[in-house]
């Protein structure tokens, strides 16, 4: 890379930043329900027989989409947004980073993951990752990461069947919802078959209020058992000298098995149906997530799993808007009346700056993931296009 006068400059701003923002990048700010709960790493969990029957299962399921189109694929949801929609754009795409079609391509709303995936871009994730905004499978291909995140929660009354996923990581992280807040066990195993630390793709989580997570080495056959929508967690990057393409978040996007003969285990990375890159099976991070959710009697899951799958079911979404709105009021000094005058989409930007308190990146100098700011304000591109592109 040739040191030019030019990015000189931006290196030294950037330099200026980061120590100005230092104190205040270094301190965590988890909330204290979201802290100390049990975390389990079991080495050679899995026998190679299941790990030999999950990996020709994940085979023959063959496709494997960006995790965002999957939720709204298999069901339909009472409130899908909080009334943040825009028309979708005459190409069928959505101008907003942070909005996608919905199901049916009629409108833009915000993306269902929204929460932890404006974190991502903000930040980069835990290795603070300097890049346009990419999207990841449960199967890793090299150079991809996890974001820093908490899975779906489920409440007694309110679930990603009646609510956008990131609306639940909101009323998560507010802890207005402890009472009826389901606690889950998440079991996520490997069946990749390489063992190679240098690989990276560590599992890290954060059971203390700081900005350094406990990692796990995702050895082949280990499982780690946590409740994952009570803890925050990630993954370091796989294969951190590896770039993977940058895919639309309007594209349908995918990894597909796709073997030409017998034995062949070869994996398409494809967007729109154009294959960007190839993969072979010992190249993927692969990993099978078991998730469990705890009742305290049989009568009391029976009456949850018959409510939760009942379409229409659900609090009106005002009703929990109201409440969390109440709680900017009178826990940080937000003004009633603002809030109820701001346009949805800022309201939800709100929300999620408020109650979803992500660590800052980790492993890196510079916090904020400088690059991704021109999807945010396209008039920065021919600033930045001398560092990031
Ligand atoms: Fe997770």
């Not at 189109?69 to 190409?91: A, M, Q």
């Not at 889950?184 to 490997?190: A, D, I, L, N, R």
């Not at 073997?259 to 993927?284: A, C, F, M, Q, V």
Request: charged fraction near 25%; aromatic fraction near 14%; proline fraction near 7%.
């Amino acid at each position: 890379m040739v040191l030019t006068k030019k990015k000189l400059i931006y290196y030294g701003i950037i330099l200026v930043i980061t120590i100005s923002l230092q104190r205040r990048w270094k301190t965590a700010e988890i909330p204290d329900h979201l802290l100390g709960h049990t975390a389990r790493f079991h080495p050679e969990f899995i026998s190679v027989e299941l790990q030999k029957r999950l990996l020709k299962l994940i085979k023959e399921t063959k496709v494997f989409p960006w995790d965002s189109d999957k939720s709204d694929i298999f069901f339909s949801r009472t409130y899908t947004d909080i009334g943040e929609d825009i028309p979708i754009g005459s190409d069928g795409t959505c101008s907003n980073p942070y909005l996608i079609p919905n199901q049916d391509k009629s409108k833009c709303i915000l993306e269902p993951w929204f929460a932890y995936t404006r974190h991502f871009l903000l930040y980069g994730g835990l290795d603070g990752l300097k890049e346009n905004f990419t999207f990841h499978f449960i199967i890793q291909v090299p150079g991809q990461t996890a974001p820093v995140h908490i899975d779906n929660p489920y409440f007694e009354d309110a679930t990603m069947f009646q609510y956008p996923p990131w609306l639940l990581e909101v009323m998560a992280g507010s802890g207005l919802y402890q009472d009826t807040f389901i606690d889950q066990v998440q079991g996520v195993g490997y069946l990749h078959e390489w063992n190679k630390p240098k690989y990276g793709g560590q599992f890290a989580y954060f059971d203390k209020n700081t900005i350094v997570p406990t990692y796990e080495k995702p050895t082949p056959r280990s499982v780690m058992l946590i409740d994952g929508s009570k803890t925050i967690h990630a993954s370091t990057i796989y294969k951190p000298k590896f770039r993977p393409p940058i895919m639309a978040k309007d594209a349908k996007n995918e990894l597909v098995f796709s073997p030409t003969k017998e034995g062949d285990e070869t994996w398409e990375l494809r967007s729109n149906d154009k294959i960007l890159r190839k993969y072979h099976t010992d190249d993927l991070r692969i990993n099978a997530i078991y998730r469990a959710r705890c009742f305290e009697s049989e009568e009391k899951r029976k009456e949850f799993n018959k409510w939760y799958k009942t379409p229409g079911n659900g609090r009106p979404i005002e009703e929990i808007l109201n409440e969390l709105k109440e709680e900017l009021v009178n826990k940080r000094d937000y003004d009633r009346k603002t809030l109820d005058s701001m346009p949805r989409f800022d309201l939800a930007l709100v929300l999620v700056d408020e109650f979803v308190k992500y660590p800052w990146p980790t492993r890196s100098l510079f916090p904020y993931n400088y690059c991704a700011l021109p999807d945010l304000y396209p008039w920065t591109e021919k600033y930045l296009k001398w560092i990031c592109f």
